[in-house]
């Protein structure tokens, strides 16, 4: 039988903690490592629908990619959003792991997902788990519907409507502030999921486009890579562990 600790180890194998930025507070969050799992969901988030669904399924273990606790709590009053999920939480005997950005900085992680579902090919790592790649030549009009399509959300282009786009840059979620990156790597375009309007104003200035896609629609490819990449390795050591994608979307 297979426990949170378990589950941890393998997820580390997928995306280590130590490559986590100094600042984030990806791992085990609630829960204790003894306790046995035998069904875990796979989320963006940890919210009261997540909490939810994973009650009806009756999984043990959440899996998400943002991690809670990020204000440095000193009280578990319910009389706020945060404190009322975690009461509810461990009330349900429920464990929760985050995988946020050492899953962003994994080879195979968040931006490899999103250049998948894009369909941005013979992506190269950047810095900060960014990556680029190629895309058919096409105008940034044309790009940007293909994106819209492709993540099923509006997306904010900045930059001429006509411009030829070949080279693609990305980084998931709030990435306005490594654009640079992407420019210093020679990108005909930027996606990321949140940008300044300023910082995406000089980018076009500067020559390359940017097209703002919404930070869930971002990551959420990520979150089924994640489900298989985990199923496929409790698989592989025989766990009996079955995993599961959350229905759920933060926006739509």
């Known amino acids: 039988m297979a426990t949170v600790r378990d589950i941890l180890e393998i997820l580390e194998g997928i995306a280590p903690l130590e490559t986590q930025e100094e600042w984030d507070n990806a ?12 069904r875990a969901l796979v989320a963006l988030d940890l919210c009261a629908e997540v909490l939810e669904e994973a009650k009806e399924l009756g999984a043990e273990l959440i899996v998400t990619h943002h991690p809670i606790l990020f204000g440095g709590r000193k009280n578990l ?13 461990v009330r349900a005997r429920v464990a929760l792991i985050a995988m946020h950005t050492n899953f962003d900085n994994a080879d195979g992680g968040v931006n490899r997902a999103l250049c998948d579902r894009l369909g941005v090919r013979q992506s ?7 990556r680029i790649g190629d895309f058919e030549p096409t105008t940034l009009a ?35 502030g490594y654009a640079s990156i992407a420019q210093a790597a020679g990108a005909d375009v930027y996606v990321t999921g949140e940008i300044s309007y300023h910082a995406a104003l000089n ?7 940017v097209l703002e896609a919404g930070h869930a629609a971002t990551e959420h490819p990520a ?11 409790i698989n592989a050591v025989e766990y009996k562990v079955e995993t599961f994608e959350s229905a759920h979307r933060p926006f739509l």
């Open 27 to 38: 791992g085990l969050l609630a829960g204790d490592p003894s306790w046995q799992v035998t």
């Open 77 to 89: 009053r319910e009389d706020d959003p945060e404190g009322r999920l975690l009461a509810d939480l």
């Open 124 to 130: 190269a790592a950047l810095e900060s788990g960014m």
């Open 142 to 176: 044309d790009f940007r519907r293909h994106v819209e399509t492709a993540l099923g959300g509006a997306v904010r282009a900045y930059g001429k409507p006509g411009r030829a786009v070949r080279r693609v840059a990305v980084l998931g979620g709030a990435g306005g």
């Open 203 to 209: 980018c076009a200035a500067a020559g390359m486009a």
């Open 223 to 233: 979150v089924r890579v994640l489900r298989e990449g985990l199923q496929k390795a």
